[in-house]
């Protein structure tokens, strides 16, 4: 409340806050009702951004883009400027001048668009190894390129959707599930406050769909009502087969 107080005093323009953070303002009793009107952008990273999110304050004319990178390229590799915020929602847009990125199959060659892989960076920004240890160095690079160990992909006019940490996919029976792709399905559900989505261990699919939710204040989420839910977005597979309630999910100091 004191960030949607301040935000409407101070007349602020633009702001940064990572996605939780920006969840968290939308979720606010007032948000509806607050005098926004000179709040034109908000920045945003650190982890994908669920397009429902985006669609909420776009709805009071503000534009929520998004940019990508790690620590290895300076932070950012990539962003998405205002006026291709709707256009490409949900992208974290194009690599910054000087700055290529890619995205490569498990054998590190380069995949057409619209096909997932690892994402990777090179150019200027990008550091040139590991202080002192190179046998890291040796395994972050593809050649020239960095390896983010981040998934996601390309579209056809060069804009870069990130997926989700590989290390983080789920896979279940063979299917390969992103996280962040089904949290970002669930999290639009009317009863969930917060979602985390991970994978547990299965006798027989070898791993298997986890949704870890905060329910909001005074409802009830059960698991079939959030599979009816998610079944109209995403394929059976990546339905959850098993739901933990929490009253809050742990976070590290960035959210």
Request: some cysteine; proline content about 7%.
């Amino acid at each position: 409340n004191t960030v949607l107080r301040d935000l409407e005093h101070e007349r602020v323009p633009t702001m940064f806050g990572v996605p939780v953070m920006c969840a968290a303002l939308q979720a606010l009793p007032g948000f509806e009702t607050a005098d926004l009107s000179t709040l034109r952008l908000i920045i945003t990273g650190a982890s994908p951004v669920p397009a429902g999110l985006i669609h909420r304050f776009q709805a009071r004319n503000i534009d929520l883009a998004q940019g990508y990178g790690l620590t290895e390229a300076s932070p950012v590799a990539s962003f998405l400027t205002a006026e291709n915020a709707l256009r490409t929602i949900g992208s974290a847009g194009r690599p910054l001048l000087l700055c290529d990125l890619r995205v490569v199959d498990i054998n590190g060659n380069s995949v057409p668009a619209g096909v997932n892989g690892e994402i990777e960076v090179r150019g200027p920004n990008v550091t040139p190894g590991y202080y002192r240890d190179p046998e890291a160095t040796a395994a972050a690079f593809n050649g020239e390129w960095l390896r983010t160990g981040d998934g996601g992909h390309l579209d056809a006019d060069g804009f870069v959707f990130v997926a989700d940490r590989i290390k983080d996919m789920i896979i279940t029976g063979g299917e390969n599930v992103y996280p962040a792709e089904v949290e970002g399905v669930l999290c639009e559900h009317p009863s969930v406050a917060e979602i985390a989505v991970i994978g547990t261990p299965d006798p027989r699919w070898g791993e298997r769909i986890c949704a870890v939710v905060v329910p909001k204040p005074g409802a009830t989420v059960d698991l079939e009502e959030l599979r009816a839910f998610a079944a109209q977005r995403v394929g059976r597979y990546k339905l959850p087969l098993q739901l933990i309630l929490l009253d809050a999910l742990p976070r590290n100091a960035t959210g």
